[in-house]
Structures are given as C-alpha cells and as structure tokens.
C-alpha cells in the first residue's frame, strides 16, 4: 500500500508539477535528494519504535504491565488510542518545523507515509483502525497567517494510504493561542468548549471510530477537547494518528 505514496501534495499552493522542477535537498541532512528527506535519514531516524502507551502513546517501559501510562489510567482522556511516529525531538521536530513554519510541504506525503507504516505496525499488535479520517482545524485567523492547515496536508495523502475516506468533522469556533505558549494550568481553559460537530457532519460522528489527524501532540489537552467533543455528539471510539509525540513534562 505504500507504493501510493505521493512525493507531491495537491496543495493548491504547491502545484504538482512544481517540486519536479526544482532542485529539492532533504530537510535534515541538506543532500540533494528526489525527496524532502532522504531515505538514508528515514531510515537512521525513524524506525526505531519504542513501547508506547496505547492511549496517549507516551513511551514507557519495555517490562511495564499495563498497556497504558499511569496518566491515562488516572485521568482517563476522551480518546481511546494514539498512533505516533516519533517523540518530538531532533530530529523529527525539524520536519513539523520545517512543514508548519516554512511551509516545506512536500515534507506532508513523507510525514503521511511514515504515519500509515505506524498505524500499519499497531494494528498488528491489535490496534483497530478508524473508518473516518479528520484533521484537526486551524482556527480562521491561523489559516489566513499561514495559508495552509499542516495536519490537513498530512491528513489527504494519509487518507489515500490507508484507504479511509477523510471528512471535515470539526469547526474551530475560536482562535485559541497556541497551547505551547501557555503555562499547564491554562492550557485546558484556552482549549475548552473550542470545536463543535457543524450540522452537516453530524451523521457522519455517530456511532463512528473516527481518526484524529494532528502533527504534534503536546499535553494531549486539544486532542482530549477534540475526542470529547466528537463523543458527546455520538462518535463511538476516537484514535489519534499524529506525527510527534512531546514526551518531556
Ligand atoms: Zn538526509
Ligand atoms: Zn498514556
């Protein structure tokens, strides 16, 4: 399934033919390259795959017990799984970086592909696997400032990857600051009550397992917001399928 895998997004900001042009170099090693990251750097960096918590996908220990973190089982998030690629750290927080800030989309199918050989080995170890795919929304204000959503830009061809069909389902009623810049405390203030199921999507989240696309999880209080909101308007399970995971308190 992965030899779909696309070297261009359909971004109408990044016509397709555009990459193919251009002398393109991987983002973290600077060799020319086909691609936005180099096999050999794939390859050195993103295979390693420690044991995660099923729900929020924090690492823990290779002999621990429970599937999940001792969080998760205290405070019991709104979601039921999380599929991640790798902690944000060096280098993978370099590609949400470079993808988000200056606007490397071509980085997006990369990041989609490495998150479908993720979610691919999970469901080997028994993770299910969502029927219905959707990206987290950028706020009004975000989306004219940067001109493209990143999470939706690794949600299409992930969608295309794993063969599930990707909806809007979410409305940002607000512009949120960004929760890395607020202390803990606040976090969940900023973040409450901030999406809403629209009208049209409802029939869509009943009774749904819906997969959350995001490019980086931090405290998990968006994505937390995100799955109890999809949940109180019906959906039946909610996994999130994000790039990085923070894993630093
Ligand atoms: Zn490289
Ligand atoms: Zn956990």
Same mark, same amino acid.
């Given at each position: 399934m992965f030899a779909r895998l696309q070297s261009v997004t359909r971004s109408p900001l990044w016509p397709r033919w555009l990459p193919q042009l251009l002398p393109?170099?991987?983002v973290l090693c600077g060799q020319t390259d086909r691609n936005a990251l180099c096999q050999p750097c794939r390859q050195q960096h993103f295979t390693l795959r420690p044991r995660r918590c099923v729900q929020c996908a924090m690492p823990i220990p290779t002999t621990a017990k429970e599937i999940r973190c001792g969080d998760c089982l205290k405070y019991k998030p709104a979601f039921d799984a999380t599929v991640v690629v790798a902690d944000y750290a060096a280098p993978a927080d370099q590609l949400v970086l470079a993808l988000k800030f200056g606007a490397r989309l071509p980085l997006a199918p990369l990041m989609a592909d490495m998150l479908a050989q993720a979610a691919a080995h999970d469901a080997d170890l028994g993770l299910k696997l969502p029927t219905l795919l959707t990206a987290v929304p950028l706020g009004k204000l975000r +989306?004219? $400032?940067?001109?493209?959503?990143?999470? +939706? $830009?690794?949600?299409?061809? &992930?969608?295309? +990857? &794993?063969?599930?069909p990707l909806q809007p389902l979410l409305v940002r009623l607000r512009d949120t600051q960004a929760q890395s810049t607020l202390p803990n405390e606040e976090r969940r203030r900023n973040i409450s009550r901030a999406f809403v199921v629209p009208t049209h999507a409802m029939n869509y989240v009943r009774g749904a397992h819906i997969g959350v696309i995001d490019d980086v999880i931090t405290t998990g209080e968006t994505l937390n917001e995100i799955a109890a909101t999809l949940k109180r308007f019906g959906a039946r399970r909610v996994t999130n399928i994000v790039f990085a995971r923070t894993v630093s308190k």
């Open positions: 393109s170099s991987c +989306l004219q $400032e940067r001109g493209f959503n990143q999470s +939706l $830009e690794i949600a299409r061809p &992930l969608s295309r +990857l &794993l063969n599930i």
